[in-house]
């Protein structure tokens, strides 16, 4: 952000406030907590010296479009057409966008309309909001609705079971989120191919909610789970997860029992972000609605007869009383969800199951070339995958990376920094999308054949 300078303009400043000097206006801080000396920072730069150090730093990014890229868990490297952002920067949107006041833009709530209906189309259920921050949050704020829904009826009052290889980051977000509200988070076993353990599942039954992933954390489709609802019971929601673009040709949950969907949106709009804003989806039954968190934007006619658009549920702090609210949650990611409305609206029905056949298929023929290299097998040989699967390697996966690394690839995800206390410290997780090329396949394999057959021999 640029910034202009106030230097030579303190002892004015200080004036103004009846003061003489710096440490004066600091005096009201204890001396125990006060630092003495200098900070270690170097002497004050030019503008030119400043550009010149950041684009060193920036320099040293490794952008995933540099290198063959088999990364994924949880962010997708997708391809985003020009004509999303080309859109999104037009100042009817870019320049009208609010999270407060949006009634004041029929187009903006048109654009948030047409955004929560296409959510609702892709995953079978009849509401959905404006976006959530992301999956995770979208997963906490689930639970809490399922909560407030099936408290006092539950038979397994304020317990709610989540599937034991949601990601530690997610699961610490569920965590935060329910750790105030007296609500009891259990574990959901799974068998040791990845797949739920129904036996586990039935001790569920008569909780308040269930939240599992569908695919997995290791990108495994699980059939079981189309089984789940019956096995749980009516009076216990069910929460899944989803990869978004794999509903292009998966069954949506909503068809299959599912009473809340949430996701990552990311892979719509926008590509992975280092950590910066992406967004996440939210769509329920009809039941939930008035305890779901965020924005619901309705259609209506005017006084004319006129469609219009406004705010039908608003139910966070910002637009209600605080002890009323179902959430707390501040915005959402409403300008980056419209890019994703733009994308899934540019590839139509056909051209979304067009792009979830090319990550099943990619995700297929990456594994097929992996697994015929010696000392490599997967976790699940029988499970079918969508964008990601784990595999079993001769040697730490850490050592498997950071040798693919100097080959110029990004070889995927250790599974260790997640679960090594499950034993998964030689497997490593990779991931594959709609941009995974024949060569870059053959880097991956390459890579890992020269680390068994030198380092990790």
Not at 86 to 110: C, D, H, I, N, W
Request: charged share 20%; with cysteine; hydrophobic share 40%.
């Amino acid at each position: 952000m640029d910034q202009l300078p106030n230097l030579g303009r303190e002892q004015e400043m200080l004036e103004s406030m009846g003061m003489k000097s710096i440490d004066e206006l600091f005096s009201n801080i204890p001396e125990a907590i006060r630092r003495n000396g200098p900070l270690p920072l170097r002497e004050p730069q030019t503008e030119e010296e400043i550009w010149a150090d950041a684009q060193r730093l920036l320099n040293t990014n490794v952008n995933l479009d540099q290198r063959p890229s088999f990364l994924a868990a949880g962010l997708a490297r997708n391809y985003v057409p020009s004509m999303v952002s080309m859109l999104a920067t037009r100042g009817e949107f870019l320049t009208s966008y609010t999270p407060y006041q949006p009634e004041v833009s029929q187009g903006m709530l048109q654009a948030m309309w047409e955004f929560q209906t296409m959510i609702s189309e892709l995953v079978g259920l009849p509401v959905a909001n404006v976006s959530m921050y992301d999956s995770s949050t979208a997963a906490a704020e689930a639970i809490t609705c399922a909560v407030r829904v099936h408290g006092r009826k539950a038979s397994q009052q304020s317990i709610v079971y989540v599937s034991m290889f949601v990601p530690p980051h997610r699961l610490e977000v569920i965590r935060n989120y329910t750790q105030g509200s007296g609500i009891e988070i259990r574990m959901l076993e799974h068998l040791r191919d990845g797949h739920i353990d129904m036996e586990s599942a039935a001790s569920a039954a008569g909780c308040c909610a269930v939240y599992v992933e569908q695919p997995s954390s290791f990108g495994i489709l699980d059939p079981g789970l189309m089984q789940l609802k019956g096995v749980i019971g009516d009076e216990t929601a069910l929460i899944v997860g989803v990869d978004a673009v794999s509903l292009g040709i998966v069954e949506p949950p909503g068809n299959w029992g599912a009473d809340i969907v949430v996701g990552e949106g990311q892979p719509f709009g926008i590509g992975p972000t280092a950590g910066g804003p992406i967004y996440g989806i939210f769509a329920c039954g009809q039941n939930y609605t008035r305890q779901m968190p965020g924005r619901i934007v309705g259609l209506t006619r005017d006084v004319d007869g006129k469609r219009a658009f406004t705010l039908t549920l608003s139910t966070r702090e910002q637009h209600i009383r605080r002890h009323r609210a179902t959430s707390n949650i501040c915005s959402n990611e409403t300008l980056i969800a419209l890019m994703g409305a733009m994308h899934m609206a540019l590839l139509g029905p056909q051209g979304l199951e067009r792009l979830a056949l090319r990550v099943a298929s990619a995700t297929e023929a990456t594994k097929k070339a992996v697994t015929a290299i010696d000392g490599i097998e997967l976790v699940d040989p029988k499970a079918s995958n969508f964008r990601e699967f784990a595999v079993k390697l001769p040697g730490e996966a850490s050592e498997a990376l950071a040798h693919l690394d100097g080959e110029g690839v990004l070889g995927g995800f250790d599974l260790g920094v997640w679960w090594a206390d499950y034993g998964m410290s030689t497997c490593l997780l990779i991931g594959a999308d709609e941009r995974t090329s024949e060569s870059d396949i053959d880097a991956l394999v390459a890579g890992l054949s020269s680390w068994i057959g030198g380092a990790g021999a």
